[in-house]
């Protein structure tokens, strides 16, 4: 007869422990990470335990750096901003309780890549965000477009831009402008050519151009 398990499970101090307990009286002990949920991760931020920055490395580190090094090229340079995004989300609350953590996460750490990138000599800009911006200044104007898009009321008017358009062009959309990902790097993720993508982002920006002109921005 093939025995029958049980499991029981128990949560302590964010580790998920977990008893399977074999009806002929063996068990053994597993235990697993459990990853917090944000509103969980804010509260430790709210009470000022220093674990908090540690729950927000485990949870969504993979992502800011991701976010981090589509800007910097230095090893240093991004590891230095991770850090320093940490820092931002301690200092900034609990003055402030973000609807969206990995938003308020990634605009920290956008903000804080761009400062450092501003200060980099020419030769060793990341070639990729130079012809980002390029785009978008053509769209936006002269000004700042890392602040631009920063700024509520046109990041307002490009999300309800991007509602009305086709999941993938989002996708396309968000990959190049707000991760800053090469056009090759959209197109080996998207299975289309390259030149289909860049296509693609012509076509996106050319509306975007005529909605923020309706809406009176530009």
């Not at 938003?103 to 990138?117: D, E, G, T, V």
Request: one cysteine or more; aromatic letters at 12%.
């Amino acid at each position: 007869m093939q025995e029958q398990i049980k499991s029981a499970t128990i949560y302590y101090k964010n580790v998920h422990i977990v008893y399977n307990i074999i009806y002929n009286g063996k068990y053994f002990l597993e235990r697993r990470w459990l990853i917090m949920e944000d509103d969980e991760i804010v509260n430790l931020y709210w009470e000022r335990q220093e674990c908090a920055i540690e729950e927000t490395k485990k949870k969504y580190g993979r992502k800011l750096l991701y976010v981090i090094r589509n800007i910097l090229s230095c090893s240093q340079d991004v590891e230095e901003c991770e850090n320093d995004t940490y820092l931002g989300a301690w200092n900034a609350m609990p003055d402030a309780r973000p609807a969206s953590l990995p938003a308020f996460l990634c605009r920290i750490a956008k903000n804080l890549a761009f400062k450092k990138y501003s200060y980099l000599s020419a030769d060793k800009r990341n070639c990729d965000v130079e012809i980002a911006f390029d785009e978008l200044e053509g769209v936006i104007g002269g000004q700042a477009v890392e602040q631009e898009i920063i700024a509520k009321q046109t990041a307002d008017a490009i999300n309800k831009f991007l509602e009305k358009k086709k999941p993938l062009h989002r996708k396309i959309f968000v990959r190049r402008y707000y991760f800053y990902e090469p056009a090759r790097s959209i197109a080996a993720h998207s299975g289309l050519s390259q030149s289909a993508v860049k296509s693609i982002l012509f076509r996106l920006r050319r509306d975007l151009k005529k909605y923020l002109e309706k809406e009176g921005l530009l």
